[in-house]
């Protein structure tokens, strides 16, 4: 699952890098590349692709939650006559 934002970090790390030895470029500018080309779009992906799994957990809390609930009322009403 991780492996395409492991491979885009890589991309644009040689970006940066080339950015930051080119005779033309600069550390800053290398610095900006990875930040904006690397960082920002995979940390955005990888927030996405995990959505389901932060979905999928709050369900099972909250369900997890009502049954406790439920248990915890059923056990103040005491037994039946």
């Known amino acids: ?5 492991i491979a885009w970090l890589y991309v644009a790390l040689m970006m940066s890098v080339a950015e930051a030895t080119n ?3 600069s550390v ?9 080309y690397g ?9 996405l692709m995990g959505t389901p799994h932060r979905k999928k ?3 099972a809390l909250e369900k997890a939650e009502t049954e406790a609930t439920q248990l915890q009322d059923s056990d ?4 039946k006559p």
């Open 76 to 79: 103040k009403a005491g037994p």
């Open 39 to 47: 960082i920002l779009p995979t940390s955005i992906m990888v927030y």
């Open 57 to 59: 957990a709050r369900l």
């Open 23 to 25: 005779t033309n470029g």
């Open 1 to 5: 699952m991780y492996i395409v934002p």
């Open 28 to 36: 800053l500018g290398g610095i900006l590349t990875f930040i904006l």
